[in-house]
């Protein structure tokens, strides 16, 4: 099934004529191979050329399937967006969000490169037990820590407060990172931190001077890694934050737009389209870095 | 202050003495203390103690705004004749097998198409990932809208276009339609994570394998059955557990689909403690349906921890 399919009939049908031979093996790759991946691409995509389409549509068309293609828009208008960015506070949202997400990200980025240079470089009794515990940490997910994290929230005075957020993501960000720059650190050969150590550098020079700047493919994968999982994040965002100034953009989507029964799907698309936007811009920039974070982290 | 003594300045370089701050910082137990200290506080206090936090208020009929007191197992006894709880219980696991098989038939699938000679091959893995990538809720509200009782674009296909039904789907009106609704969409935004990670275990095959089965007559599905699943076994056990845990846990597609609805059909765990606890009030009792998924999230990780230990296949090989 793997890389062989165009092998496969080489034995069985070596009495055929080559032609025949060569327009049978294509059709069966066309038929094994190309069809089923279109129908993916397809399926996968779709949903996003729908949140597109229906984000572009007048509410005429939106509506009436009858008179107008649905696949298609015959009239395009910026309607949606233009109410969405200037009668809602969508833009306050996106600014929370994205102070959210970086700071988040730069808080568990700093405790996860001292981490990990911690456990894979200096070396301590039982620095792999610590490993393992990071490890099991990302294995706690946020749905049973929400409602005694809101307790807490509460308790510290930081209900309703971004701050609340920046402190309560890295707990799901820093066991990702660590775990991510831990498998990093270990591709660099140890034998140049031990030559500065040897010309008299300290431990603090070598991981500025030597191991950050080698380690630098690896802070991007852990950094747009982590602010894509913070503008992601949901379900605190929903417990903690009431005021509607406050709300991240996937929450405020779906408790600020929907008002009464009557739902405004143009806006609601225009508004999920928005939001996908900066993490799908992000994403196109490194998209290699999340392929080698995302499949770096499962197989350390 | 070493350069005070002038003959000792005279035949040796003055050396810099280091500040007792960077001594300190040479100094390997501190070093590792402080190194650790930024991440270990941020886990200790805000995933540690939470967690024993919510064991305690499981035990406990704490409300919003008001601590609770000691109530023992009166939750939980409170639970176990709850239908509803047991129908989340239910619906939990079902849509976790479900959706779990799906992704991870699907996503080997996709997988194993990805690792033939393909042009454009990385531009596919792109756009392949970008379901996963899209911030959950918005992929969601996207799906809320497709399944939608009067405007399906679904429905429009099957009824208008392709004449195959005559009435319009109910994908979200009642409690199973609904239900397969959601597995549908949970197994739309976690095919990509299985198959980009399936696909990186698949090239750490070596080819030499397949060559060798070759000159052996293997047919494709020998191949497959003896070399690929064999030595993709340890990968597809990890992927597997993050996706049972993930799946299990999961809060978002729910809410943002059907809220738990129609008619609380549709509830997770997840789902059912954020609506008892957080709107609800009842911090307690929500605690307590967070705290029975544990056993579940144990298990998985067992088999992970387990998976984990035979990981010997993959020695230093580099990704993709």
């Avoid at chain 2, 340890?234 to 609805?261: H, K, N």
């Amino acid at each position: 099934m793997t890389d062989t399919t165009a092998n496969t009939d080489q034995p069985s049908t070596a009495t055929v004529a080559p032609e025949a031979m060569a327009w049978d093996n294509r059709t069966r790759r066309v038929v094994t191979i190309y069809v089923p991946l279109a129908c993916f691409v397809f399926i996968l995509l779709f949903p996003f050329y729908w949140m597109a389409v229906t984000s572009f549509k007048p509410n005429a068309e939106l509506y009436d399937y009858k008179t107008y293609n649905p696949f298609w828009i015959a009239k395009p208008t910026f309607d949606h967006i233009n109410k969405l960015l200037f009668e809602t506070s969508y833009p306050r949202w996106i600014v929370t969000t994205m102070t959210v997400a970086v700071c988040a990200t730069f808080l568990s980025l700093v405790s996860s490169v001292l981490a990990a240079y911690a456990i894979q470089r200096l070396r301590f009794q039982g620095s792999q037990y610590v490993g393992l515990a990071i490890y099991l940490a990302y294995l706690v997910p946020p749905s049973i820590l929400f409602i005694p994290l809101a307790t807490m929230v509460y308790q510290f005075g930081l209900f309703d407060s971004p701050l609340a957020l920046i402190l309560t993501y890295p707990t799901f960000l820093v066991p990702f990172c660590t775990w991510l720059l831990i498998g990093y650190f270990k591709s660099i050969p140890y034998e140049l931190e031990e030559c500065a150590l040897i010309d008299g550098a300290t431990r603090l020079q070598i991981l500025r001077r030597i191991t950050l700047p080698l380690a630098v493919p690896g802070l991007i994968s852990a950094g747009i890694f982590s602010f894509t999982l913070s503008w992601n994040e949901f379900i605190y965002s929903l417990a903690f934050i009431q005021s509607s100034e406050n709300k991240t953009v996937p929450v405020a989507i779906l408790t600020e737009l929907i008002s009464g029964d009557v739902y405004q799907w143009g806006a609601l698309m225009a508004g999920s389209l928005l939001g996908s936007l900066p993490v799908a811009i992000f994403y196109s920039f490194f998209v290699d870095y999340y392929v080698s974070s995302l499949t770096g982290a499962v197989k350390e | 202050m070493a350069g005070t003594d002038v003959t000792y300045a005279q035949w040796t370089r003055p050396k810099i003495e280091p500040s007792w701050l960077v001594r300190l910082f040479d100094w390997k137990p501190f070093l590792i203390f402080m190194c650790m200290l930024p991440a270990a506080g941020l886990l200790l206090v805000f995933l540690t103690y939470p967690l024993g936090l919510g064991m305690w208020l499981a035990f406990t009929d704490t409300t919003i705004g008001r601590s609770g007191v000691w109530v023992g197992l009166e939750n939980f006894e409170y639970l176990m004749g709850d239908r509803l709880f047991w129908q989340a219980v239910f619906y939990s696991v079902f849509y976790t097998t479900v959706a779990t098989v799906g992704k991870f038939a699907l996503g080997l699938w996709l997988a194993l198409l990805l690792n033939n000679h393909l042009p454009f091959k990385s531009v596919l893995r792109a756009i392949i990932l970008l379901p996963w990538i899209v911030p959950t809720v918005l992929s969601a509200i996207a799906f809320w809208w497709i399944y939608d009782a009067q405007f399906s674009i679904i429905s429009y296909v099957f009824v208008d276009v392709l004449g195959w039904r005559t009435t319009y789907f109910d994908f979200l009106g009642s409690t199973w339609p609904a239900r397969w609704s959601l597995i549908a969409a949970n197994i739309w935004r976690g095919i990509p994570f299985v198959a980009i990670t399936l696909l990186a275990g698949l090239q750490t095959i070596s080819p030499s394998l397949y060559e060798a089965a070759l000159l052996d007559g293997s047919s494709g599905w020998q191949r497959f059955r003896y070399i690929t699943f064999p030595l993709l076994l340890p990968i597809l056990a990890i992927v597997m557990t993050f996706s049972i845990i993930f799946t299990f846990t999961d809060f978002q597609l729910v809410y943002a689909i059907t809220r738990g609805g129609p008619v609380n059909s549709t509830h997770l765990l997840a789902t059912l403690a954020f609506q008892r606890g957080i709107p609800g009030g009842n911090l307690g009792e929500g605690a307590a349906i967070a705290v029975s998924m544990i056993p579940f999230l144990v298990f998985a990780t067992l088999f992970s921890y387990f998976a984990l230990a035979r990981r010997k296949w993959q020695q230093g090989e580099a990704n993709d």
